[in-house]
Nanobody
Framework: QVQLVESGGGLVQAGGSLRLSCAAS????????VGWFRQAPGKEREFVAT????????DYEDSVNGRFTISRDNAKNKVYLQMNSLKPEDTAVYYC????????????????????WGQGTQVTVSS
């Protein structure tokens, strides 16, 4: 059972930056694709970014492409989401998730593709 813990959320003004971290409890995390999702009040959880097992493949939701960067350090069992040029519409609880599916280059954009989830970290962007 992989346990995931997000950190790095907070309150920031529009145009600012935050770096989210996702720490995993187990070494096997390094062989999982990982995704970041977010959920705003009253809305469904939505895909933000994903990174493959080895870090060679990444994929982003259109509205964050060019502003957010996902990366990972498998030696530290961590995945990061660098968020720049933040907008008020980025306000949400951000979750990291790990999947058991796929191989080295696998990435996934769908909530149901993921097997383990963290508890989330709040990101609030003020205008």
């Amino acid at each position: 059972q992989v346990q995931l813990v997000e950190s790095g959320g907070g309150l920031v003004q529009a145009g600012g930056s935050l770096r989210l971290s996702c720490a995993a409890s187990e070494r096997t995390f390094s062989t999982n694709a990982v995704g970041w999702f977010r959920q705003a009040p009253g809305k469904e959880r939505e895909f933000v970014a994903t990174i493959s097992w080895g870090g060679d493949n990444t994929d982003y939701e259109d509205s964050v492409n060019g502003r957010f960067t996902i990366s990972r350090d498998n030696a530290k069992n961590k995945v990061y989401l660098q968020m720049n040029s933040l907008k008020p519409e980025d306000t949400a609880v951000y979750y990291c998730a790990a999947t058991l599916s796929g191989g080295y280059y696998y990435t996934a954009r769908i909530v149901s593709d993921y097997h383990y989830w963290g508890q989330g970290t709040q990101v609030t962007v003020s205008s």
